[in-house]
Nanobody, 120 residues
Framework: QVTLAESGGGSVQAGGSLTLSCAAS????????MGWFRQAPGKPRELVAS???????TYEDFAKGRSSISRDNAKNTVSLQMNNLKPEDTAVYYC??????????????WGQGTQVTVSS
């Protein structure tokens, strides 16, 4: 089994920055995508950014230009740096690992979530 350990959440004033980190442990399929989602109260969960094991990144529009995602394939860790944070960024942020197994047999894992609160 695989577990995801998240860190780096907290409270910050608008305009500030945070870096979220996630470490995957266990036996992890080498071809995978790691990323961060977020969910605010009463809102659906949404992607923030992701990065595949081959380095390809994806950013949602609201995150473009003020966030940067990176990973260490050897350690199976992923970090998301978010700058110029806004009150609407307040949410629980979840680390995600999607194992890209052959023949569509993908397996997905989620972290427990870490709170990010941005004050005005």
């Amino acid at each position: 089994q695989v577990t995801l350990a998240e860190s780096g959440g907290g409270s910050v004033q608008a305009g500030g920055s945070l870096t979220l980190s996630c470490a995957a442990s266990g036996t992890i399929y080498s071809s995978n995508v790691m990323g961060w989602f977020r969910q605010a109260p009463g809102k659906p969960r949404e992607l923030v950014a992701s990065i595949a094991s081959n380095g390809v990144t994806t950013y949602e529009d609201f995150a473009k230009g003020r966030s940067s995602i990176s990973r260490d394939n050897a350690k199976n860790t992923v970090s998301l740096q978010m700058n110029n944070l806004k009150p609407e960024d307040t949410a629980v942020y979840y680390c995600n690992l999607d194992e890209l197994r052959p023949y569509g047999r993908d397996v997905e894992y989620w972290g427990q979530g870490t709170q990010v609160t941005v004050s005005s």
